[in-house]
């Protein structure tokens, strides 16, 4: 048998180490506001090395999330991608909501109204084509690309009306990168299942 003071020794050393890992994992290490990117899939990779996706940085960046890196096919992917693309116009219409609140002149409201349009339209399709795209992967790339025309009237009106408005313009950037993706996974779509549809 153990001396008692190695028995002690064993005993004191169990205790605190089942003490500690009974702490939140923040006690011990602190949680730091830099999120350090996750490694990307390959499939991911591959959507955002396409002809298609006007900015593979932003690309990579907007698909590291855990939940993205995760799918398992180019179906799953493009849901995702969907989702994104429609929780980025909801933020923006947001954006614009708050904006057509403060006073400006009439050409200004008219223009913000056609950008708030643009963003509604652009939510509904994403989440027809998140859910479309399993049923008809070729209406769903239609159904994204024309997205884009809309969002290019909305920066048109802004830009004519003058509009001064740098979360705008950066929200209207980042639509149009999620509608390149949106294209791009759908092409990859009626590619990988031409026979189906």
Known sequence: MAPPNQLCLVLFIFLSMFSLSSLPTNAIIPKANVSLPLPSSQLVENLCNGKAVENRRFCLKA?????????????????????LGAANAQATLNVYNEIIKKPGSPQALKALNCCVEAYKYAILSFEMVSSGLVEDPQT?????????????NCEKELINAKVQAPRLLAGNRFMKYYVSMGFEITSTLELENPNEY
């Open 140 to 152: 769903a790339n239609y159904d994204v690309a024309v997205i884009g025309p809309e969002i290019s």
């Open 63 to 83: 698909l590291s999330t855990p939940e993205v890196i995760a799918a398992m096919d180019t179906t799953q992917l493009g849901t995702l991608i969907m989702k």
